[in-house]
């Protein structure tokens, strides 16, 4: 295999679902619902199959998809974005992630990053040659010291890239946390990645605020999402980026080489669904709420030290409690001790000793399916 993938480890998400097969194990690891979005998105995805909308769309997007994207920006946020030069759809943001960071990072460049980070921020800047370096947002809070980022930021500084809310800490940033990330980028004439997949997953009274919409940040903002999580059609891979046009033109100038284009029937059901089914998300984070204190209590029962995610699908907890000092380890014997799933969060750290003990679990499951992983957990106590 080519060099650029020494060191870059198989996704822990494949690892752990695998296991998970394998051993008939209750799944709390991958963040995938276990049920689909809106039963008229599907029948659109199959209108649109009927229809013969089978072939390549353009690389950017279809115009309706893309309309119903800015749409939806301006309807939620008051962006104003023009869909011909300032909206691109990608195969999931994962793709997103890749073609932002092809598109705008050259070798050597250091790209400022949260960590924990999600793992293709990881993979991504080293296949652009960049270097990453880390923000650690500190257990048990999981905040934004905005002292550490500026002390990341040197003369090499290519790039900002922030996730909020944050997979795996479940931090939503806060709008002091914003300010300081933006009167950096300004102060420095950064640009801003900002991944955003779980903007509407956000629960009580805290509130996701685009980074897009600080002053000043519009024209260096290049801003993140996916039906995967705002619909529960995580295998649908359709995503988006918005942001000002020379930035959304670099992603497409990378995009363009990776997929080309983006699944043409899917996009067809995307855009139905931003045009019509805006309460589907409302009503999937109430649930998504009741879950996540569903496993938050039952984890809190077992004596776990488990920290209350703001949004996502995520909860992150310390294991030494348990009496394990490792949640690798932790993770890989879970399977068998006990019939459960969950990611072992060091693989989203460089600093281990921040990492090491942190065990993520995912809520976005059916109540009986949590309340089956928690049984599970208890019994093997
Ligand atoms: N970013 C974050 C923070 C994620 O958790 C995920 C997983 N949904 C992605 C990006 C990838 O999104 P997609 O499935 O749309 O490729
Ligand atoms: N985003 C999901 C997670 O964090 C899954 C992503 C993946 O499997 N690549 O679990």
């Excluded at 994207?69 to 011909?84: C, E, K, V």
Aim: one cysteine or more; hydrophobic letters at 45%.
């Amino acid at each position: 295999q080519a060099r650029r993938l020494d060191g870059i480890p198989t996704t822990i998400f494949s690892t752990m679902s695998a296991l998970a097969v394998r051993t008939g194990s209750v799944n709390l690891g991958q963040g995938f619902p276990d049920v689909d979005g809106p039963p008229g998105v599907v029948e659109a995805a199959v209108g649109a199959l009927r229809a013969g909308q089978n072939q390549y769309a353009p690389g950017i997007g279809t115009p309706d998809l893309r309309a119903a994207i800015a749409a939806h920006q301006r309807r939620h946020y008051g962006l104003d974005l023009d869909p011909d030069r300032e909206v691109v759809v990608t195969t999931g943001a994962t793709e997103g992630i890749a073609a932002a960071l092809l598109g705008l990072v050259d070798p050597g460049d250091e790209v400022v990053v949260l960590e924990p980070y999600y793992d293709s921020y990881v993979a991504m800047i080293a296949f652009a040659g960049g270097v990453r370096r880390p923000v650690t947002l500190r257990a048990p809070g999981f905040r934004l010291d905005p002292d550490e980022l500026r002390a990341a930021v040197t003369d090499r500084t290519r790039l900002l890239l922030v996730n909020t809310p944050h997979n795996p800490t479940g931090t939503v940033l806060g709008r002091a946390e914003l300010q300081a990330i933006a009167d950096l980028a300004v102060a420095r004439d950064l640009v801003v990645v900002t991944d955003e997949v779980y903007e509407h997953l956000v629960f009580d009274d805290h509130e996701h605020v685009p980074l897009a919409t600080l002053p000043g940040m519009a024209e260096r903002t290049l801003t993140l999402s996916s039906a995967g999580k705002m619909f529960s059609f995580t295998g649908w891979k359709i995503g988006w980026a918005t942001g000002p046009a020379g930035l959304v033109g670099a992603l497409l100038g990378a995009k363009q080489w990776l997929s080309f284009s983006s699944g043409t029937p899917f996009q067809a059901a995307v855009a139905h669904a931003l045009e019509h089914e805006a309460g589907f998300y409302d009503e999937l984070t109430a649930s998504l709420q009741k879950r996540r204190d569903l496993l938050c209590a039952g984890l809190a029962e077992l004596d776990v030290d488990v920290r209350v995610p703001e949004g996502t699908y995520f909860a992150t907890t310390d294991v030494r409690r348990l009496g394990w000092e490792d949640g690798m380890a932790f993770c890989l014997a879970l399977p068998e001790r006990a019939g459960v799933v969950a990611i072992p969060a060091q693989a989203f750290y460089d600093d281990l000793d921040e990492g090491r003990h942190l065990v993520r679990w995912a809520f976005c499951k059916e109540p009986d399916v949590i309340e089956e992983g928690l049984r599970r957990l208890q019994a093997a106590d």
